[in-house]
């Protein structure tokens, strides 16, 4: 069986909720001027999800820039996979609206981050070795290939 594409949505954060919105979680790093937390009726901030100050001064939403700015972010993003991890778990949970608080609706993070977590639906980590474990065996494979030489 085919795996569901995620259901996910981008919003302005200064739009009214709708009950169809699902999960609602603000992936700026910082708050919407002027927005009143009770009004925003978020399931979650992720601040960590947010592009670096760095790469959002850079960027400056210059659309001349989106190209860039993707790519960039992209990489800031895969860098961070607990916070992808739990945007991916709320988007097989059901709709996942994504907001910003950017004026341009078609040049902003949520737009990209949708578009990433869309590609890559199972974006979460895989958690199934932990690195020690990983390190011991291969130090055996390595005793016992020299062993077997000798």
Same mark, same amino acid.
């Not at 085919?2 to 594409?5: G, I, V």
């Not at 901030?45 to 947010?50: D, H, I, M, S």
């Not at 949970?93 to 996942?96: F, M, Q, T």
């Given at each position: 069986m085919?795996?569901?594409?995620p259901d996910i949505q981008v919003k302005r954060a200064y739009d009214p909720p709708d009950d169809a919105d699902g999960a609602r979680v603000l992936v700026d790093r910082l708050w919407p001027r002027g927005l009143r937390k009770d009004d925003a009726r978020l399931t979650l901030? =992720?601040?960590?999800?947010?592009p670096s100050g760095a790469l959002r001064a850079w960027f400056g939403h210059d659309p001349a820039r989106w190209h860039e700015f993707v790519r960039r972010y992209r990489a800031e993003i895969a860098r961070n996979p607990d916070a992808v991890a739990r945007l991916a778990d709320l988007a097989q949970?059901?709709? =996942?609206t994504l907001l910003y608080g950017a004026r341009d609706?078609?040049?902003n993070q949520a737009v990209a981050l949708a578009s990433y977590l869309r590609e890559k639906?199972?974006?979460a980590p895989q958690r199934t070795r932990k690195p020690s474990r990983v390190r011991a065996s291969s130090s055996r494979r390595a005793g016992n290939r020299r062993s077997s030489r000798s």
């Open positions: 085919a795996e569901r594409p901030w =992720l601040r960590e999800v947010a949970s059901g709709r =996942l609706s078609l040049h639906p199972g974006a």
